[in-house]
């Protein structure tokens, strides 16, 4: 098991303990696109994202076209291919100029070079271990807290769109960047139904608006965590040795907004499809708070309102399936 952090890698301007992680976090970002040309490249091709915007009555949802993401939306997943390559998020497999902060205990933080944000991160373990969110979820909050307002964390679980699913992580991009972070009140407003409160807690089904998810909003990590393990629990996790399907936004001001997407399949028909069929689109945290990223601009020519719906109705819960965990979630 991997476990040491070659020297090379650390940026040492990120070792200063009298530095707070959101100006660690810049400082890094400034250096490796000033040193590691990858990640240059990899953000100058941002300018050339091409949008769609689609609007629905209280929400909107963004496709984009991302070439720069060709790796990650086609990464085999399969346990045979996971096994035959080296995997990416071990430190001794890092690029010589890719250079990380410490965050807390085993986790650090690197700029990705195929970004999505403006500003990406990708948050691992330096311990290999596979992608499992139950043990992890206070960590989640908590670097959620340190690296600040202006970034969302998110976890992609290991058939929800983890491109290292055998290698624990996180990911974190600028906040406001998903349409969900801007229209939450809105969609929550509408849509909403609170399942639980204890005044210092509160647990929300949001149904009916693409993608069915639950919301929980606190200040108290504890609870958080507690209520977690119910919702986890609730989606199978007590009854399986896998982990429910899954994906997880968490954003900290002040205090905790978690949003859990739970979901019925990794990928679309349309990833599988041949010739003009195919639609290379694998949903991830980011698809789900919605901005749907195409790496092939013959796919992102493709879409219209109505794929988008499918594509939504397909990887996610049926309004009905998802009222049945709603009473599950009211049970106390």
């Excluded at 000033?34 to 100058?44: P, V």
């Excluded at 080296?86 to 807390?104: G, H, R, S, T």
Aim: glycine share 6%; with cysteine; aromatic share 12%.
């Amino acid at each position: 098991m991997q476990t040491e952090f070659s020297e090379r890698n650390i940026f040492l301007d990120g070792d200063d303990e009298s530095v707070n992680l959101p100006i660690k976090v810049e400082r890094l970002f400034e250096d490796q696109l000033q040193n590691w040309k990858l990640a240059f490249d990899g953000y100058q091709s941002l300018t050339k994202v091409q949008k769609k915007l689609f609007e629905f009555d209280d929400f909107s949802i963004e496709a984009h076209y991302n070439p720069g993401r060709i790796i990650s939306s086609s990464a085999k997943v399969d346990a045979k291919s996971i096994n035959e390559r080296p995997c990416f998020l071990c430190v001794k497999n890092l690029p010589a100029d890719q250079k990380a902060i410490k965050v807390i205990g085993n986790y650090i933080l690197l700029v990705n070079p195929f970004p999505i944000f403006h500003k990406h991160f990708t948050i691992p373990t330096t311990k290999h271990v596979p992608q499992l969110i139950k043990q992890e979820f206070e960590n989640l909050l908590l670097i959620s807290s340190k690296i600040g307002s202006g970034f969302s964390v998110f976890y992609n679980g290991p058939k929800c769109g983890a491109s290292a699913p055998d290698h624990l992580h996180f990911q974190a991009g600028n906040y406001g960047f998903m349409n969900i972070d801007n229209e939450y009140e809105n969609i929550l407003n509408k849509y909403g139904e609170i399942v639980y409160s204890d005044g210092e807690l509160i647990t929300s089904v949001v149904t009916g608006c693409l993608r069915n998810f639950i919301t929980v909003e606190s200040n108290d990590i504890s609870k958080l965590k507690s209520e977690f393990e119910k919702i986890y629990n609730v989606l199978g996790g007590d009854k399986t040795a896998e982990e429910p399907m899954l994906n997880v936004i968490s954003t900290y001001n002040n205090s905790w907004r978690v949003l859990i997407f739970p979901r019925t399949k990794h990928r679309p028909s349309y990833f599988f499809g041949e010739g003009k069929n195919k639609i290379l689109i694998s949903p991830a945290a980011v698809d789900l708070g919605g901005v749907l990223i195409f790496p092939r601009e013959e796919d992102f020519d493709k879409i219209t309102i109505q794929l988008v719906v499918d594509i939504f109705k397909q990887v996610t819960f049926t309004n009905e399936e998802f009222r049945n965990i709603s009473d599950k979630l009211k049970i106390r």
